[in-house]
């Protein structure tokens, strides 16, 4: 096995991650904003036990559509913004 079980559990954040990269799982904005991108890439790049390349490419995927999923929330709320005013 190339992976912790606990690494990717679906209550951790790779474990999010993960479904992200995989199933184009769906994002709402409170999940979204729970996850740091930021630390996710540390924990990718460091883990606590060696992961295969192939999770690692899978991992970094996911958090590329969490920042897209990101940005366009950010993006709506200035829409938003603009809107009202």
């Known amino acids: 096995m190339f992976y912790s079980?606990?690494?990717l559990a679906r209550k951790a954040s790779l474990?999010?991650?993960w479904l992200l990269g995989t199933k184009?799982?769906?994002v709402d904005r409170r999940k979204a904003n729970k996850l740091d991108i930021a630390r996710l890439c540390e924990e990718i790049l460091n883990?606590?036990?060696p992961i295969a390349l192939r999770l690692s490419s899978i991992l970094m995927g996911?958090?590329?559509i969490l920042y897209e999923k990101k940005v366009m929330f950010l993006h709506d709320d200035a829409n938003r913004l603009l809107?009202?005013?």
């Open 15 to 17: 474990g999010q991650i």
């Open 62 to 64: 996911g958090v590329v």
């Open 5 to 7: 079980r606990e690494l």
């Open 83 to 85: 809107v009202l005013n």
């Open 47 to 49: 883990p606590p036990v």
């Open 24 to 26: 184009q799982a769906k």
